[in-house]
């Protein structure tokens, strides 16, 4: 048996549970209002061949098969036991069960951990108890299982009630079990399946991870789907994305969550921007991972991707039965990154004979042609755009038109012996109804609306274009033991630290009062700053706490005095413990660049828009620290503002290799004092012209403080 924290294949525990060879309903009943009726009647529905033991002491037989009045008294030790009893009941039946031998029980009730201390702890103990008995729990506070390729059915959700499972090598690990079923059913009413289907609920002791580990062993699952609320083992799922990927199967997954990390109030910018879901989306982006928002288009991108394993997608052709359709589209595409593609001149010269001046570009429009109906042109349109080499991929926006179901059936037949992606978007109601059915008749995936197909692309796009990140390697005269802070670091000290790390910083030094300001501002190069120095004081500026282009002595001592009777007034009781003297630095570009040690994932590194900017666009950019400046400068790209970088309007870029140095610099910090560091955050960080290198100019850490 696997023990979670340990990463040790549990395939072959899982074998047993998700194709156990007995099965025990306790509760087990024909009343179909009741869950052990439903699980029941659905295991005999869906063809299990196993050894059924329904466990009721009130009738002899249910449905033809003889009853048992308790798990102790089936005739063999059942390899798998579903339970959905009051939770009072759960601790002495699971401890029954592990005393009979059972290998392995599914936990319906909730009540536990989803409910608070108390609960936690009885779910902890049954734990303890079923591992004592080698058994293994799913649950509890779950849905079940549905696994086609096991013909194992023990969840009771009425979308199972259908005649005939579906199976597809798509398997799908959830931590709601409504939701599970809730996507099951709608996958089911498109004509895609899965191969196995698991509702983890709180994980107590078989988690997410096992049974992805599971189904990237499993032969009969090509493509991997998760939702995901908590994760248990974050290592863990790194290794696992790993494999997954080594096995050339794609991992899909939907996070919830992701708008509330960093809502609360925070020491700086970085600890909001870089939240837990933005730290899990970096480490997604660097191991393969596709994240998602959206269920429904990660189905469909995972029965899409079971269609054509392997295959990547980069240029997107767009086939349409609207110009206005098409236009949307890819309008839609070009929102999200996605190129289309670019005819070659045989492609528009075969397109051409079909379709009127202008029409044949990509997109093609259906209603261009030159004579005839859509539904005759359909299957050459296809063809043609098939056969040219710059199309990976072709998606169909259908709307209302005259033979839908014509028009999808001669584009699908057509598409189907091409062997390259496609995606059909059939955006009518009802009056595309015949033409889902064309569809499914041919076991064909689409979508109901554009969005879909839009965020499955996207998906795809980001799966096809993932490379390995490289290596990280250590700059040269980094300290070997940097020292660790305690608390709340202000400006100076964070400045001290980021300079022994090779960032460059502004000059600066700390008066105590305005006449000790004028006599330091004499040592240094004009013009400078006066900055506040205030423990009680988080932004400076909101407070009149940050005076610019000072040009002489007089001239800070004056500002020194005001600051002092301004911070008074827009912030009375505020402690001041002195006025930052600083030169100048010389204008630039402004990025912020941050570290965070996120529970979970460990240090990451943020870069992003700096200044005013950070509350206003939120343009950042994580990865996993330490990164190397290939990282670094890709990280850089993706921004927003990362065309301002490379120069536009005259304006010559600007030394995006000093930025990339401060990145690399601030993570191997990050890296090196993962074990007390919380956070630092420098903003701005002005970057100068190509050249001329880059300067932190204002910085503020965060240390755990003993105990």
Aim: glycine fraction near 10%; charge should be negative.
């Amino acid at each position: 048996m696997s023990v979670r924290g340990e990463f040790r294949s549990v395939t072959a525990d899982l074998k047993a549970l998700l194709a156990p060879r007995s099965v025990a309903v306790i509760g087990a009943s024909e009343d179909q209002s009741k869950f052990g009726g439903r699980v029941f009647r659905m295991l005999l529905k869906h063809g299990y061949d196993g050894a059924i033991y329904p466990i009721n002491p009130n009738r002899p037989e249910l449905f033809g098969l003889k009853t048992y009045p308790d798990i102790a008294a089936t005739p063999q030790p059942a390899d798998m036991v579903v339970m959905a009893i009051p939770q009072p009941k759960v601790r002495p039946t699971i401890a029954a069960c592990a005393a009979a031998g059972v290998k392995g029980a599914i936990i319906i009730t909730s009540k536990f951990s989803d409910a608070g201390p108390e609960g936690a702890a009885e779910e902890a103990e049954l734990v303890r108890i079923a591992r004592a008995g080698d058994m293994r729990l799913i649950g509890p506070n779950c849905l079940g299982v549905i696994s086609p390729a096991n013909r194992v059915v023990l969840c009771s959700s009425p979308a199972l009630d259908v005649e005939r499972l579906i199976e597809s090598p798509i398997g799908f690990v959830s931590q709601s079990g409504a939701l599970m079923a809730t996507i099951f059913d709608r996958a089911h009413g498109q004509g895609i399946g899965f191969s196995h289907c698991v509702s983890v609920g709180n994980q107590a002791d078989l988690e997410l991870c096992d049974f992805v580990e599971y189904l990237i062993d499993d032969d009969r699952t090509q493509v991997i789907c998760s939702y995901v609320e908590g994760i248990k083992d974050p290592a863990r799922l790194i290794r696992l994305a790993d494999r997954a990927r080594e096995r050339g199967k794609p991992w899909l997954m939907v996070k919830a969550g992701r708008t509330g990390a960093g809502a609360a109030a925070a020491y700086s910018h970085t600890a909001s921007l870089a939240g837990s879901f933005r730290a899990l989306e970096a480490v997604c982006r660097e191991r393969g991972i596709v994240l998602m928002d959206d269920t429904d288009a990660m189905i469909l991108l995972a029965a899409s991707m079971a269609r054509f394993p392997g295959r990547k997608v980069a240029n997107v052709a767009i086939v349409t039965t609207s110009g206005g359709g098409g236009a949307i589209t890819a309008d839609r595409l070009t929102d999200k990154g996605i190129p289309l593609a670019r005819f070659q001149p045989k492609t528009a010269a075969r397109l051409d004979v079909v379709y009127s001046p202008g029409q044949a570009n990509n997109p093609v429009d259906l209603g261009g042609r030159r004579e005839g109906e859509a539904v005759d042109i359909a299957g050459a349109t296809m063809q043609a755009v098939a056969d040219d080499e710059t199309v990976d991929a072709t998606l169909f926006a259908i709307t209302t038109a005259p033979s839908v179901s014509g028009i999808a059936a001669n584009l699908a037949d057509a598409a189907i012996p091409a062997d390259k992606p496609f995606i059909f978007v059939l955006q009518p109601g009802r009056a595309a109804d015949k033409a889902r059915q064309e569809l499914i008749n041919r076991g064909l995936p689409f979508a109901n609306n554009l969005d879909e197909a839009i965020r499955a692309l996207a998906g795809w796009v980001d799966w096809s274009a993932w490379k390995p990140a490289a290596q990280a390697s250590r700059p040269a005269a980094l300290p070997d033991a940097p020292a660790a802070g305690t608390g709340a670091l202000g400006e100076a000290e964070t400045k001290a630290l980021l300079a022994s790390y090779g960032i460059p910083v502004n000059r600066g030094a700390i008066a105590a009062d305005a006449a000790e300001a004028a006599r330091i501002s004499a040592g240094f190069a004009y013009p400078q700053v006066l900055k506040i120095v205030s423990s009680d004081i988080v932004h400076k500026s909101d407070v009149g706490g940050v005076v610019l282009d000072l040009a002489d002595a007089a001239a800070v001592e004056a500002a020194a005095a005001r600051m002092a009777e301004t911070i008074a007034t827009r912030q009375p009781g505020a402690r001041i413990q002195g006025y930052l003297v600083q030169e100048m630095a010389a204008s630039g570009i402004e990025l912020i660049v941050g570290v965070n040690n996120d529970p979970q994932f460990g240090p990451i590194v943020m870069v992003g828009a700096g200044g005013v900017l950070v509350e206003l666009i939120e343009d950042v950019a994580l990865a996993p620290a330490p990164v190397s400046p290939e990282t670094a400068r890709a990280m850089l790209a993706r921004l927003k503002i990362g065309k301002l970088l490379g120069g536009i309007r005259g304006k010559g870029p600007a030394d995006i290799e000093a930025a990339a140095d401060v990145i690399v610099r601030a993570s191997w910090l990050a890296h090196d004092l993962r074990g007390s560091l919380h956070e630092i955050d420098i903003n701005p960080l002005i970057v100068r012209g190509a050249g001329q290198g880059a300067v932190a100019v204002d910085g503020r850490a965060l240390f755990r403080t003993e105990g």
